[in-house]
Nanobody, 126 residues
Framework: VQLQASGGGLVQAGDSLRLSCAAS????????MAWFRQAPGKEREFVAA????????DYADSVKGRFTASRDNTRNTVSLQMNSPKPQDTAVYYC????????????????????WGQGTLVTVSS
């Protein structure tokens, strides 16, 4: 299984950035997908999740209304649209996959995700 995240970089506060994650080696529609992030000196934290068919999304309170997670099951990709980023959004962002059937729901617990990508660094300048 490979999860390849891309799209990170340096962005100014208030601009937009879109992260993408290409999944391979798995049956993509069997997995809930999520984004986590880890800032320097901090623990990894949940950002957003999207269910297998894309019908359900969940967000951390800190990004709700600014970030949008989506997936394209025809291309085995999941994306994170980051609007109005703030300096506190600076972190390495990880794409992750959860195989467990959760009746259409997703989980915010990192330990319940089965596969992780290598991460992409997002730096938001003020």
């Amino acid at each position: 299984v490979q999860l390849q995240a891309s799209g990170g970089g340096l962005v100014q506060a208030g601009d937009s950035l879109r992260l993408s994650c290409a999944a391979s080696g798995l049956t993509f529609t069997n997995y809930n997908m999520a984004w986590f992030r880890q800032a320097p000196g901090k623990e990894r934290e949940f950002v957003a999740a999207v269910s297998r068919n894309g019908g359900m999304t969940d967000y951390a309170d800190s990004v709700k209304g600014r970030f949008t997670a989506s997936r394209d099951n025809t291309r085995n990709t999941v994306s994170l649209q980051m609007n109005s980023p703030k300096p506190q959004d600076t972190a390495v962002y990880y794409c992750t996959a959860d195989l467990t059937w959760r009746a259409g729901k997703t989980t915010t617990f990192a330990t319940e995700y089965d596969f992780w990508g290598q991460g992409t660094l997002v730096t938001v300048s003020s």
